[in-house]
C-alpha cells in the first residue's frame, strides 16, 4: 500500500511539473507572437487614430472653406460630353466630297477595221 502511495504521489510530482513547464511554454509562445506582431505593426508604419481623426477634421475644415471662396462651377463634371470620335469611313467619304474629281471613264468601244 506504502509504495502504491509513493508511485501515485511521484505521478503527481511529475504530471504537475509538466503542467507548470506546459504554462511556461504557453507564456513564452505568446510574449514570443506578441513581440512579433508589435515588431510587424511598427514596420507598417501605421497612423494612430487621434492623429487620423486630426488630420480629417483639418481636411474638412479646409474644403469648407475652400467651397466658401471659391465660386461654383455652372457646370457638372457629369454632364460634360466628350465628342463623338469620327471613324474611318465617315473620314474617307469627308474627303472624298472635298476632292469631287470626276473618275475616270473608261472606253469600252472596241476598233473595228
Known sequence: MKQNKRILQ?????????FSSAAGVKRDITSYIHSQMEEFLRGMNFV????????????LDNKKRLDEISPKPAVKV???????????????????????KPSPVKNNKTSTR
Do not use: G, N, Q
Open 10 to 18: 511521484d505521478i503527481s510530482k511529475i504530471a504537475s511539473s509538466a
Open 48 to 59: 494612430r487614430r487621434e492623429e487620423f481623426e486630426a488630420l480629417h477634421k483639418l481636411a
Open 78 to 100: 457629369k454632364d460634360v460630353v466628350a465628342p463623338k470620335k469620327k471613324s474611318v469611313a465617315t473620314k474617307e467619304v469627308a474627303a472624298a466630297k472635298v476632292s469631287k
